[in-house]
T-cell receptor
Framework: NAGVTQTPKFQVLKTGQSMTLQCAQD?????MYWYRQDPGMGLRLIYY???????DKGEVPNGYNVSRLNKREFSLRLESAAPSQTSVYFC????????????FGSGTRLTVV | AQSVAQPEDQVNVAEGNPLTVKCTYS??????LFWYVQYPNRGLQFLLK????DNLVKGSYGFEAEFNKSQTSFHLKKPSALVSDSALYFC????????????WGAGTKLIIKP
């Protein structure tokens, strides 16, 4: 089925460890996004990529890096994980950079201990 | 400051009854408003949007929302609830300082009891 695929679905890290969250979409969308979702809060944008080859910071970029590997793939890296990064991470894509028409992945639940 | 509020953490409704999930917003200018739904262990799915036009917007799965400019509200409604409507619902508004970013509410858990 067409959509956005995220891996892994669950991950537990120790403080200071690094990891990369993977995201791939097969809808030929140009724009991709990484959000985090915390209890009692709405989604917050971490980074986005308007098109292949470009990336920009969102609302909460500190502690993260991203790579737009090609049109399909957009990865999120935590270089040195902190407990404050415990969250559910969602990748999304859209045809163009705009505030609607998002397709979301099913999320990665990350716990940093 | 721009914001979106979903005043109810949880809404409980009996199956077959009408449901309302509330959303109010605070932005300058003409808002773009959205509702998304998140089923357990799934990503968010788009339900409906208001950009301009008729204040009553119809969306997926029988949901609709009413835009009320004077009350700065965009409540989600359905005439007859189904158990399968149980999920987490998010309201969002376009960030007026951006042409793409959304400001999200904290979400409302909707529980439909048989």
């Amino acid at each position: 089925n067409a959509g956005v695929t995220q891996t892994p679905k669950f991950q537990v890290l120790k403080t200071g460890q690094s990891m990369t969250l993977q995201c791939a979409q097969d809808m030929n969308h140009n724009s991709m996004y990484w959000y985090r979702q915390d209890p009692g809060m709405g989604l917050r944008l971490i980074y986005y990529s308007a098109s292949e080859g470009t990336t920009d910071k969102g609302e909460v970029p500190n502690g993260y890096n991203v790579s737009r590997l090609n049109k399909r793939e957009f990865s999120l890296r935590l270089e040195s994980a902190a407990p404050s990064q415990t969250s559910v991470y969602f990748c999304a894509s859209s045809e163009a950079l705009r505030p609607f028409g998002y397709t979301f992945g099913s999320g990665t639940r990350l716990t940093v201990v | 400051a721009q914001s979106v509020a979903q005043p109810e953490d949880q809404v409980n409704v009996a199956e077959g009854n009408p449901l309302t999930v509330k959303c109010t917003y605070s932005v300058s200018g003409n808002p773009y408003l959205f509702w998304y739904v998140q089923y357990p262990n799934r990503g968010l799915q788009f339900l409906l949007k208001y950009i301009t036009g008729d204040n009553l917007v119809k969306g997926s799965y029988g949901f609709e929302a009413e835009f009320n400019k004077s009350q700065t509200s965009f409540h989600l409604k359905k005439p007859s609830a189904l158990v399968s409507d149980s999920a987490l619902y998010f309201c969002a508004v376009r960030d007026m300082g951006s042409n793409y970013q959304l400001i999200w509410g904290a979400g409302t858990k909707l529980i439909i009891k048989p």
